[in-house]
Structures are given as C-alpha cells and as structure tokens.
C-alpha cells in the first residue's frame, strides 16, 4: 500500500512485504498472514479508465471487426451482438433456401431433412458470433483482476501491460485472419462432394444452392471457428508470458489457488465455443450414421467424449503453466506457516498447561489466536497446485455433452431416458 494515504497511516507504517517467491520468516501470526496480503504497489499504479489494461480485448480487432465497425452507423446498442449473429446466420442459411425451393419436391425434401447444413448456419455460427460479447467480458476481467488482486508486483507491472498490448496485436493482424481466410476455403474445396447430399446437385453438376455452400456458407462458418482457434492461441502466450512474471501469490487465500482462483472460473467463458463445434460434429454424425441414436447410442456418444475431453485438455491446459508457481508458494507458505504455529502452540502450552495460576476461560485472547493460525495453517496446507474448479469443468464438459439432448429430443427418448434416469435412483 505505497500511496499517500498508506504512508501516512501509522498502523500500516512499518509493516513487511513479502512475495510468493521469495523466502522471509515472520515472527508472529499478524505480520505473516499481513506480508502475504501486502499490496506491493500505490494507488497510483493502477491503470485509469484509458490505459491498456481497462482496453484489453480479445475479439475487438481484426479486419472483419474492423470492416464491421466502418460499416455500422450510430453508436452501438446492448442488442447488436445478437443481430449481427442472426444476419450471418441468414447470410449463409437463408440463400440455400430461396435457391432449393424453386426445385422439385424431393431436392427441396433432401435439404428440409438434412440435419447438419440446419444445425451448422442456425444453431452453431450464431453461438459462436452471439457468444463474443460474453467471453471478451470474462477474459477482460481476468486481466484486470491479476491487478486489482495485487497478483503482479510493481517491478513486473510493465511487462505485464507490454504482454498485453502484444496479445492485441496479435489479435489485430490482418494478415492472420487473411490466412485464416485463406484456410477455411482450403478446407471447403479439398472435401469430396457427398452425392447424398441432393439439394447440392443439379443434373450432373452443382446446384446454385451447393455452390452458395461451398462458397459462402462453409467457409463462412470455418472462418469464424478458425479465428475462435486463434483467439485461443493468443491468450494462451498471454497466459504463458503472465506465469513466469515473479506473481505475488498468497497461500492463505480462501479460494486454496493463491488467489488465482479467477482463472479456471473464467476459463469455463469458452464453453460456447465448445458446444458450437459439438453441435457440428453430432449433426455430421446423425447425417452419416444410418442408425438413430437410440438404435447405436454409441456411435453418437463417443465423438462427444472427443470432444469434451479434448475441449478440457485445450481449455484447461493453459492451467499448468502456474504449477511452479503454486508449488513454490505452498512450500514457502508451508514452512512460514509451520514456525509460527509451532512458536504459537509452545507459548499457548506454557501458559494454560505449565504456568502458574490457571488463567480465565472467559474472553481469553489466547484461544482466538489460536483458532485463527488454526485457519491460515490449514488454508495453507490445502493450496492447490492445479488450477482447478468444478463447475467450471462441468461447463465445459457439459457444452461438449448438450448435442445429445437435441438428438435425443429429435428421436423421441428424451422422456424415455429420463425415466430411465429416475427409475436408476430410486
């Protein structure tokens, strides 16, 4: 607390800093527990309203934002987001209609049946573009959280803001979004045609409505997932580049991770993305699989457990980089910790158990103190080296998972295996 107001306090004059990486003995429970909690910098130091840090962005930036933002009028309104999610839903959903109908029945019954292009243009790129909003909120508080919780110290808070304005570099380039770009169309034009799908086929070529997939549609929806993918692969060097910052960790925060309990909670933002993707892969999977699901079930469920396992690894992976970290403050914080419940627990038996006189029950100092370094020592011991939350796992997991029960409600046994649920509990 080094600002004007901290320094002329005289209860706060005098009193030790200590970090997360470094090693200092305490002599009493007070001035341990107050080294851990310190701030390390002034008021002053915080960033104001303008600075890079109250400006860190994720998905405000690059060509499409950018050519967005030139061709939106007025200031920009709470329910934008939405609209802009649903116009390129239409952009690449609606013209395969308007090209089909004027086709004959079956074509027009073969696009009206198909389950993938639906789910694809109408329930996954809307997520994707709908959920921006929501995720930069989360990852823009987690930036500013590892200040507002004193987590770096002055020494770092430089590097820290450099490492910020280089992930939004990263996240402005247009070259990146070109080749991403360039990828999506890639992909679309190496896949093979799949002649069961008729509404794409005219005679013994593509139809209006297949060209308007292969041009449009699919690469308009693999760009957007492919710029999620990059997304991920920028905050994932920021936290890279944040962990081996000398960060002031504390053992004794309640929520056991040093304080970095934010993270993982924050990290769970992602799960839209997840489930965009797996509502793709369950739609390819009722497209190409002739049995139903509740004829294969597994068939269905396994490329589901792909993709939840695979989103927690990628999620929260990044996770790992502050395990040195973490082990390094609980040791410090185990053995600090340790010589002053050890020194407290003599002084406390000297005086109830070998003293003179037996001292009053009622009101006695003693055994608050004692309580208290009761806490600090087992908050302590059960600091966490694994950046870890439940409910944000099963976010994620359940994102990958959610596919099942649109299948499941399409073929008719979502009742069905409800009941089987209950039955199994009773």
Known sequence: MGGPAARNNPALRGRPRVRACSRRSSPGLGALVGSWTQPHRGDGALMDSHSTIAEFSLVKGGLLFETERRLRRGPRKRHDPVLRALAFSAIGWLPLLLFTLPSDGPTVASLFKELQVHAQLLVALPVLLAAEPYIDGRLAFAVRQFLNSNLVATGSLQTFEADARRAMRWRDSYIVEALLLILAYSITFITPADP???????????SMAGWWNLAVSQPLFRFLALRWLWRGVVWTAFLLRVSRLPLTLVPTHPDMMGGLGFLPVCQASFSPVVFSLAVVVAAYTSRVEPKDLSANPAAYVIPLVVIAAGAVVLVFGPMSFFVPQLVRAKRIGDEDFSKVAAKHSRQFERKWFRGGPEPELLGAPEMSSLADIGTAFTLARKM????????????VVGAAMAPLVMLLVMDRQFISVLKFIHDGLR
Do not use: H
């Open 384 to 395: 966490r080296l694994l950046l870890w939350d439940k409910m944000a796992l099963l976010a």
């Open 196 to 206: 069961t799908r008729a509404w794409t086929l005219s005679g013994d070529g593509t």
